[in-house]
């Protein structure tokens, strides 16, 4: 699995339900899915953002600025856009995760928080695997060597680990939509 298919499965829900906050749920998946297809289309971008920057923030600001330009499109004429798009900005700027703390703290720790507790709850050796390979950006021959394992058996550990945590991650987003 690519580091953009781990970080789809982990945003993807999370970044529909931020943009409900302003548009219809179809509307919300398609925005989502915009960013991510640009994301695919550029991986020079995606590339950086990943190795250097806060992802989930990236992903965030994408996906307002997605989605008050869906909802500046639904407009009739030019006019009507240019009043719609002053409006929005005052009116959803509540949801700007870059004004609003509490949406981004929210975003990111409940999502951190969720991986965190299922990463504690895998066997260690799967743990530290999955550690040296995600966040360490450790290729998983050099994990190999390191932990004296095969190759196989650290593809296994990565494979079991993401397992469980798209399990995790995709109960919780459950329990969420339930709670609403």
Same mark, same amino acid.
């Given at each position: 699995?690519?580091?953009?298919?781990?970080?789809?499965?982990?945003?993807?829900?999370?970044?529909?339900?931020?943009?409900?906050?302003?548009?219809?749920?179809?509307?919300?998946?398609?925005?989502?899915?915009?960013?991510?297809?640009?994301?695919?289309?550029?991986?020079?971008?995606?590339?950086?953002?990943?190795?250097?920057? =806060?992802?989930?923030?990236?992903? %965030? $600001? #994408? &996906?307002?600025?997605?989605? +008050?330009?869906?909802?500046?499109?639904?407009?009739?004429?030019?006019?009507?856009?240019?009043?719609?798009?002053?409006?929005?900005?005052?009116?959803?700027?509540?949801?700007?995760?870059?004004?609003?703390?509490?949406?981004? =703290?929210?975003?990111?720790?409940? %999502? $951190? #928080? &969720?991986?965190?507790?299922? +990463?504690?709850?895998?066997?260690?050796?799967?743990?530290?695997?999955?550690?040296?390979?995600?966040?360490?950006?450790?290729?998983?021959?050099?994990?190999?060597?390191?932990?004296?394992?095969?190759?196989?058996?650290?593809?296994?550990?990565?494979?079991?680990? %993401?397992?469980?945590?798209?399990?995790?991650?995709?109960?919780?987003?459950?329990?969420?939509?339930?709670?609403?």
């Amino acid at each position: 699995m690519t580091s953009f298919d781990f970080i789809f499965r982990q945003h993807f829900a999370a970044l529909v339900s931020y943009a409900r906050l302003m548009v219809e749920e179809e509307d919300a998946k398609d925005v989502v899915q915009d960013v991510f297809v640009w994301l695919l289309r550029h991986p020079d971008r995606f590339q950086g953002i990943s190795r250097g920057g =806060d992802v989930s923030l990236y992903l %965030l $600001r #994408s &996906v307002y600025n997605g989605c +008050l330009n869906k909802i500046r499109h639904k407009g009739a004429d030019n006019t009507h856009r240019i009043w719609t798009g002053n409006r929005l900005e005052r009116e959803y700027a509540a949801y700007d995760p870059d004004n609003d703390p509490i949406i981004k =703290d929210l975003y990111t720790k409940d %999502l $951190r #928080s &969720v991986i965190a507790r299922t +990463l504690d709850s895998l066997p260690p050796r799967c743990r530290e695997v999955f550690i040296l390979s995600r966040f360490e950006g450790i290729p998983h021959r050099r994990i190999a060597d390191i932990l004296g394992i095969s190759l196989s058996t650290v593809d296994n550990h990565i494979y079991n680990a %993401l397992k469980v945590i798209r399990k995790a991650l995709g109960e919780s987003m459950a329990e969420k939509k339930a709670s609403l």
